[in-house]
């Protein structure tokens, strides 16, 4: 369940240019799946219907600078566990706002489980009293932090002219999701790796009331697993000091 294969669904093949939850054609031919993103602005989320309208993964909104909780974060991130469908976590970035702060605010307020989506980095804003190198290393602050707290590497969030202008080629260790509304996928430096793609912020499914965004991932279910926070590993147990200890010497 949700997963779409873009060569038979994307206008130019069979899909309906009318429709605000289908991009049109684009060269991507690969198997992805469908997954939204959510924050207080779609208010209280019917996530079983939602689950029935075949997302297959959610990015909840978490927090904001370093002072404000997104007030649906705890029931959005109970819940699409509960019915199935693999959750992430995202942190609006400020760019004016203490970093340190914007570090904690995320990891006091989301713990993350095996199995779960990293954690997102959502940057789209930009303040003239930052400079762009000042902005590059609060990101990296951020980001290095969040993957030491979590032991796992964060996503970029941004949209395609923000990246163009900002990030190009300054985060090639990471994966980006891009928003780009467009017919034509999202663009990167040969150096990046685009893995989401925002394509609308109009979608209309079941169990949301107002419109939300849109996204696919590039792959298929064991790639999006194999992004995801590892099961923790079995120690190795030395099965003759286990005989050892059942069979003791006299």
Known sequence: MGVVN?????????????????????????TTLKGVDVSRWQKEVNWPLVKESEITF??????????????YFDTNWSETKRVGIKRGAYHFFIPEAPIEGQIDMFINTVRLE???????????????NVSA??????????????????G?????YTNQNY??????GHFQDYHFWIAR???????THHTDKWMFWQYTD???ISGIKSAVDMNFFVGDMETLAGMCVPEPSEPYINPLAQLKHKHPLP
């Open 6 to 30: 873009i060569s038979a669904t994307f206008p130019g093949n069979t899909g309906n240019t009318n429709d605000p939850t289908t991009p049109a054609s684009t060269k991507a031919t690969t």
């Open 58 to 71: 959610a990015f909840v909104k978490a927090t904001q600078a370093d002072f404000r909780l997104d007030p």
């Open 163 to 168: 990246y163009r202008r900002w990030l190009k």
């Open 181 to 187: 509304y467009s017919p034509v996928e999202p663009e």
């Open 202 to 204: 109009s979608g209309r």
């Open 152 to 156: 796992i590497k964060p996503i970029i």
């Open 133 to 150: 190198e000042a902005l590059r290393q609060k990101m990296h602050t951020w980001l290095q932090a969040v993957e030491q707290h979590y």
């Open 114 to 128: 095996p199995g779960d989506l990293p954690p997102v980095l959502d940057i789209e804003v930009w303040d003239k």
